[in-house]
């Protein structure tokens, strides 16, 4: 199983950016599609972002609407999440997740393991 950590949290004013970070352990990352989601307060966990095992393939939530960016750098083990142009609805607790399957839609999501998650406020 795979064992995920996030760091790069914080509070940032709207209109800024922030770089998550998820660190994973396990021989199996490269070949492991990864996810972000996140969970803001009173609300369900939601999809953010996931990546393919290659970093070729990507898919957004529609809330995101080209401001944020995940990527992985799979000789560090390492899953990304730029988020740029933050807006106050976007502070939650943000997740990594790591993918049993996916086939391409948020929907087809299988979540395998979850990081600890780092929380994100976005003051207005």
């Known amino acids: 199983q795979v064992q995920l950590v996030e760091s790069g949290g914080g509070l940032v004013q709207a209109g800024g950016s922030l770089r998550l970070s998820c660190a994973a352990s396990?021989?199996?990352?490269?070949?492991?599609?990864m996810a972000w989601f996140r969970q803001a307060p009173g609300k369900e966990r939601e999809f953010v972002a996931v990546?393919?095992?290659?970093?070729?393939?990507?898919y957004y939530a529609d809330f995101v609407e080209g401001r944020f960016t995940i990527s992985r750098d799979n000789a560090k083990n390492t899953v990304y999440l730029e988020m740029n142009s933050l807006k106050a609805e976007d502070t939650a607790v943000y997740y990594c997740?790591?993918?049993?399957?996916?086939?391409?839609?948020?929907?087809?999501?299988?979540?395998?393991?979850w990081g600890q998650g780092t929380q994100v406020t976005v003051s207005s």
């Open positions: 396990g021989r199996t990352f490269s070949s492991t599609p």
């Open positions: 997740a790591a993918l049993r399957s996916w086939a391409g839609t948020p929907k087809t999501a299988l979540v395998g393991s």
């Open positions: 990546i393919n095992w290659s970093g070729g393939a990507t």
